[in-house]
Antibody
Framework: QVQLQESGLGLVKPSQTLSLTCTVS??????????WTWIRQPPGKGLEWIGY???????YYNPSLKSRVTMSVDTSKNQFSLKLSSVTAADTAVYYC????????????WGQGTLVTVSS | QSALTQPPSASGSPGQSVTISCTGT?????????VSWYQQHPGKAPKLMIY???KRPSGVPDRFSGSKSGNTASLTVSGLQAEDEADYYC?????????FGGGTKLTVL
């Protein structure tokens, strides 16, 4: 059973960079045609797809966030990461890491989510 | 890209059926058979209920079904049960990106 766990700072100052890591267990990050995904949910609001990365490092980002997002993968640690620069209060959200089973919107495994608050 | 359009709320009594709509465009819902539906209970991560418009992952009851016509996808929950009360989100592949709907709060009366 694949499990995902987010980690990173829960409080980030405005204009700084948000950094999160997702550790995958129960399966190898570089097996299969999986896409390792980040999705966020502002408090009381809906879901927003941030983007995903393949095990080989190919990235696809939400056009509205593309200029501020960087994703990377570390196969040796079975982890993938998210960096979001120049954050504002609007970036306050629960951030989920997840697995897209085929890269066509089949998100079958999710982490529990981690709240990141942007505040001075 | 704009969010897919879902009704903010839906409701039904136990045992009844309820259908939630999800409207997009020819660039997302209408252009691909890669529409998914997720169920989210308060404080929990979303759970995949339907993928590729109408397929159910293992373990999802067959009371949940999906369909699509043109630019609108639908999720139907038959034989409503108390545990079906949750938020439901549709999403669609849109060519190297994914778009979510705003979510529908399903209340079991």
């Amino acid at each position: 059973q694949v499990q995902l766990q987010e980690s990173g700072l829960g409080l980030v100052k405005p204009s700084q960079t948000l950094s999160l890591t997702c550790t995958v267990s129960g399966g190898s990050i570089n097996s299969g045609a999986y896409y390792w995904t980040w999705i966020r949910q502002p408090p009381g609001k809906g879901l927003e797809w941030i983007g995903y990365i393949s095990y080989s490092g190919n990235t696809y980002y939400n056009p509205s966030l593309k200029s501020r997002v960087t994703m990377s993968v570390d196969t040796s640690k079975n982890q993938f990461s998210l960096k979001l620069s120049s954050v504002t209060a609007a970036d306050t959200a629960v951030y989920y890491c997840a697995r897209d089973g085929d890269g066509y919107n089949l998100v079958d495994y999710w982490g529990q989510g981690t709240l990141v608050t942007v505040s001075s | 890209q704009s969010a897919l359009t879902q009704p903010p709320s839906a409701s039904g009594s136990p045992g009844q059926s309820v259908t939630i709509s999800c409207t997009g465009t020819s660039s997302d819902v209408g252009g691909y058979d890669h529409v998914s539906w997720y169920q989210q209970h308060p404080g929990k991560a979303p759970k995949l209920m339907i993928y590729e418009v109408s397929k159910r992952p293992s373990g999802v009851p067959d009371r949940f079904s999906g369909s699509k016509s043109g630019n609108t996808a639908s999720l139907t929950v038959s034989g409503l049960q108390a545990e079906d009360e949750a938020d439901y989100y549709c999403s669609s592949y849109a060519g190297s990106t994914v778009i979510f709907g705003g979510g529908t709060k399903l209340t079991v009366l």
